[in-house]
């Protein structure tokens, strides 16, 4: 088994493309990537592109609900959230990218009822039209997330394997 997914990651629009995964899940160490890249530089007419064996298989919800269901082992504090989970409130942006709604029920599903979606860069969109680059580690990716004045701030890069986090003080900065 392997996986591909197409991805813009944290870096700038130049630098959209995919991901190679190996059957571990994991993403492909450096030899068996360039042997991919090697491979695929020989491909001249990509309608004649050989067929792996089982052929292709796109992930469904069966997937989704197995991620989350994954998610939901992750040690917690539940005495927290059932303290805090309605009255904390949550902005949450994915960047433009594709971790808005599985990141969205993540967060319900732990408990988290005040989820303030950044509607501005909720739909995957590979230009990035609201930020320069798409990395959750620079402040300036939170600008309009600030504007909805939640508690805490969550953004993730357009393939979600990298998060950022802010919260507001009580003077009302992040």
Same mark, same amino acid.
């Not at 989350?68 to 989970?85: E, F, S």
């Not at 990141?103 to 590979?126: C, H, M, R, W, Y």
């Given at each position: 088994?392997?996986? &591909?997914?197409? !991805?813009?990651? %944290?870096?700038?629009?130049?630098?959209? /493309?995919? $991901?190679?995964?190996? =059957?571990? *899940?994991?993403?492909?160490?450096?030899?068996?990537?360039?042997?991919?890249?090697?491979?695929?530089?020989?491909?001249?007419d990509i309608f004649h592109i050989k067929k792996v064996a089982?052929?292709?298989?796109?992930?469904?919800?069966?997937?989704?609900?197995?991620?989350?269901?994954?998610?939901?082992?992750?040690?917690?504090?539940?005495?927290?959230?059932?303290?805090?989970?309605?009255?904390?409130? &949550?902005?949450? !942006?994915?960047? %433009?990218?594709?971790?808005?709604?599985? /990141?969205? $029920?993540?967060?319900? =599903?732990? *408990?988290?009822?005040?989820?303030?979606?950044?509607?501005?860069?909720?739909k995957p969109d590979g230009t990035f039209p609201t930020v320069?680059?798409?990395?959750?580690?620079?402040?300036?990716?939170?600008?309009?997330?600030?504007?909805?004045?939640?508690?805490?701030?969550?953004?993730?890069?357009?393939?979600?394997?990298?998060?950022?986090?802010?919260?507001?003080?009580?003077?009302?900065?992040?």
């Amino acid at each position: 088994y392997a996986g &591909i997914m197409i !991805t813009a990651s %944290h870096n700038s629009k130049e630098y959209n /493309g995919y $991901k190679l995964y190996g =059957e571990d *899940g994991g993403q492909l160490p450096p030899k068996p990537a360039d042997e991919i890249v090697r491979e695929r530089q020989e491909v001249t007419d990509i309608f004649h592109i050989k067929k792996v064996a089982g052929g292709i298989k796109k992930i469904g919800s069966e997937i989704d609900k197995e991620y989350l269901n994954q998610v939901k082992t992750i040690p917690i504090n539940r005495d927290l959230i059932k303290k805090w989970g309605d009255k904390l409130t &949550i902005s949450f !942006t994915p960047l %433009h990218g594709a971790g808005g709604d599985l /990141g969205s $029920k993540a967060l319900k =599903e732990a *408990g988290f009822n005040k989820i303030l979606t950044v509607k501005e860069q909720f739909k995957p969109d590979g230009t990035f039209p609201t930020v320069k680059y798409p990395n959750p580690e620079f402040h300036e990716v939170f600008k309009i997330s600030e504007s909805y004045g939640a508690d805490v701030e969550l953004a993730v890069d357009p393939d979600s394997d990298r998060m950022g986090v802010g919260y507001r003080t009580k003077d009302g900065s992040y």
